[in-house]
Structure formats: structure tokens, C-alpha cells
T-cell receptor
Framework: KAGVTQTPRYLIKTRGQQVTLSCSPISGHRSVSWYQQTPGQGLQFLFEYFSETQRNKGNFPGRFSGRQFSNSRSEMNVSTLELGDSALYLC????????????FGEGSRLTVL | KQEVTQIPAALSVPEGENLVLNCSFTDSAIYNLQWFRQDPGKGLTSLLLIQSSQREQTSGRLNASLDKSSGRSTLYIAASQPGDSATYLCAVTTGGTSYGKLTFGQGTILTVHP
């Protein structure tokens, strides 16, 4: 059974640009969550999607957005990049068995110059 | 607002030692608690999941306990090995419509030396 796939794994952008990250959840999982991990703030919740609907949103500015497609794949977008957006962005696929167990991908490492 | 604290922040032990990592949370109204492992530059690997109605879970050399009323969980690692070296994170969720919204601790960096 394939795990959570995130692309790209690494990317470098400059301030002011925008970036789109992709996440394919485990087959059969309909919920996806996104997290930002930085050395200073640790892991912080960005948003959660279930069946193409945003179910929860963390405390991030409107530059951070996401969406989910009918095949459960999800994307997140960060516009007008700032240096502080440099982070590891992690996607998690949520088990539909009612346990609430999360399975994470390897992440997308974003560096903003 | 839920807050999760992990103690110690870092731990260095010789191979073979049994060890305990601690996690505390401020709001006892949790749905479940998960322990994860993270290797440098990698994603998170789920180790153990404890539902709020459970007291403990075991997997191999790992045992996690949960005392919801006191807001505490411990991860016990038996007979530690150098391959156990990693950052260990605990996280809680309140469930409902928030299954995917975890609140994480800052992690315990574990080093097991030969």
C-alpha cells in the first residue's frame, strides 16, 4: 500500500514569488492535513480538508491557501513568499477508520531567498 | 487553547538502557494521542496511537501510556539501540471535526550511543 506522496521534495524560491505543493494521500483516505515545521515554531497546523471541503484552518495569513480535488489529492499554495516561509511543509493522510490516526509524507522543503 | 509540553528536550543514553519520554497537555478533552518519530530532514513516522478511552498501547519495544485526567502520557523505550536515535514527538487531537488538527509538543531529541 503506497504511503503519502508529496512533491516536490525540495524547492528554492525568491521573495515575492508563489509556490504550489502537492500531496497524494494513502489510497482510500479522504482527509488530508497540512503542517508547517520550522526550528523556532515547531509543527504548526495549516489546514484540513475532507471530501474537497476545508474543515479546519490554522492561524496563518491569507497568503496560505489550499484545496482538495475529487480524487482526494491536495495542493497548498503560498503567495508573495517571505523569508519566514522557509520551512518543511508536511502533509498527512487521515485514516477513515474512525481512529483519527495520521500518516505523514516526507515533506516538501521550501527555501525562500 | 491546547498546549503540549515534552520533557526532556534532549536525552543522551548508552545503548541498552531503558528510557522514558514525557508528554503533558493542558486540556484533557482529547480524542486521541499519537507518538511520532522524526529522523533528520524526514517526515513523521507514526509509532503509537492511544484513544482517549485507552490506558496504554504497545508495539515491540515501545509502550505508551495515557492518563487523560492528569494530562500526561509517557513513551517507554526498552533496551534502546543506536537506531532509536531520532526526535520523538507527541501530539493530541480533540476529534469531532478536528481529526486532522493535531497540537504537537516541541519534541525530545534522543541520542543512543554505542
Amino acid at each position: 500500500k503506497a504511503g503519502v506522496t508529496q512533491t516536490p521534495r525540495y524547492l528554492i524560491k525568491t521573495r515575492g514569488q508563489q509556490v504550489t505543493l502537492s500531496c497524494s494521500p494513502i489510497s482510500g483516505h479522504r482527509s488530508v492535513s497540512w503542517y508547517q515545521q520550522t526550528p523556532g515554531q515547531g509543527l504548526q497546523f495549516l489546514f484540513e480538508y475532507f471530501s474537497e471541503t476545508q474543515r479546519n484552518k490554522g492561524n496563518f495569513p491569507g497568503r496560505f491557501s489550499g484545496r482538495q480535488f475529487s480524487n482526494s489529492r491536495s495542493e497548498m499554495n503560498v503567495s508573495t513568499l517571505e523569508l519566514g516561509d522557509s520551512a518543511l511543509y508536511l502533509c498527512a493522510s487521515i485514516s477513515g477508520r474512525g481512529t483519527g490516526e495520521l500518516f505523514f509524507g516526507e515533506g516538501s522543503r521550501l527555501t525562500v531567498l | 487553547k491546547q498546549e503540549v509540553t515534552q520533557i526532556p528536550a534532549a536525552l543522551s543514553v548508552p545503548e541498552g538502557e531503558n528510557l522514558v519520554l514525557n508528554c503533558s497537555f493542558t486540556d484533557s478533552a482529547i480524542y486521541n494521542l499519537q507518538w511520532f518519530r522524526q529522523d533528520p530532514g524526514k517526515g513523521l513516522t507514526s509509532l503509537l496511537l492511544i484513544q482517549s478511552s485507552q490506558r496504554e498501547q504497545t508495539s515491540g519495544r515501545l509502550n505508551a501510556s495515557l492518563d487523560k485526567s492528569s494530562g500526561r502520557s509517557t513513551l517507554y523505550i526498552a533496551a534502546s539501540q543506536p537506531g532509536d536515535s531520532a526526535t520523538y514527538l507527541c501530539a493530541v487531537t480533540t476529534g469531532g471535526t478536528s481529526y486532522g488538527k493535531l497540537t504537537f509538543g516541541q519534541g525530545t531529541i534522543l541520542t543512543v550511543h554505542p
